[in-house]
């Protein structure tokens, strides 16, 4: 059997569905573990570690993942690659950034 039409479609849907997957995973579906995030959160003294605003100031606190899982995959689940960002610093950095703003 030779690769004919039918294959080659379902060969293109199959890729956009990992595509589609890719894109997810971008977005992680991966969370830090609760204990991880109150520990990350209580050693950074609820503060967002870029800004220095707490939960009190209105803002989230998220983990982020200071090397972007997009590029660093194999660090998603490495706490040395994990600080402590408020909503707005973490929709501010987008992925093109790695800096580590821990001290
Ligand atoms: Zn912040």
């Given at each position: 059997?030779?690769?004919?039409?039918?294959?080659?479609?379902?060969?293109?849907?199959?890729?956009?569905?990992?595509?589609m997957?890719a894109?997810?995973?971008?977005?992680?579906t991966f969370?830090?573990?609760l204990?991880?995030?109150?520990?990350l959160i209580?050693?950074s003294g609820?503060?967002c570690?870029?800004?220095?605003a707490?939960a009190?100031?209105?803002?989230?606190?998220?983990?982020d993942?200071?090397?972007?899982?997009?590029?660093?995959?194999?660090?998603e689940?490495?706490?040395?690659?994990?600080?402590?960002?408020?909503n707005?610093?973490?929709?501010?950095?987008?992925?093109?950034?790695d800096?580590?703003w821990?001290?």
């Amino acid at each position: 059997m030779y690769a004919g039409e039918d294959v080659f479609y379902k060969k293109g849907f199959f890729h956009e569905v990992a595509s589609m997957e890719a894109e997810r995973s971008q977005r992680s579906t991966f969370n830090v573990p609760l204990n991880k995030r109150y520990q990350l959160i209580r050693e950074s003294g609820g503060r967002c570690v870029l800004c220095g605003a707490t939960a009190k100031d209105g803002v989230k606190l998220h983990i982020d993942h200071i090397k972007p899982v997009s590029t660093n995959p194999e660090l998603e689940r490495d706490p040395s690659n994990w600080q402590v960002l408020c909503n707005d610093c973490n929709r501010g950095k987008s992925n093109n950034c790695d800096i580590d703003w821990r001290e």
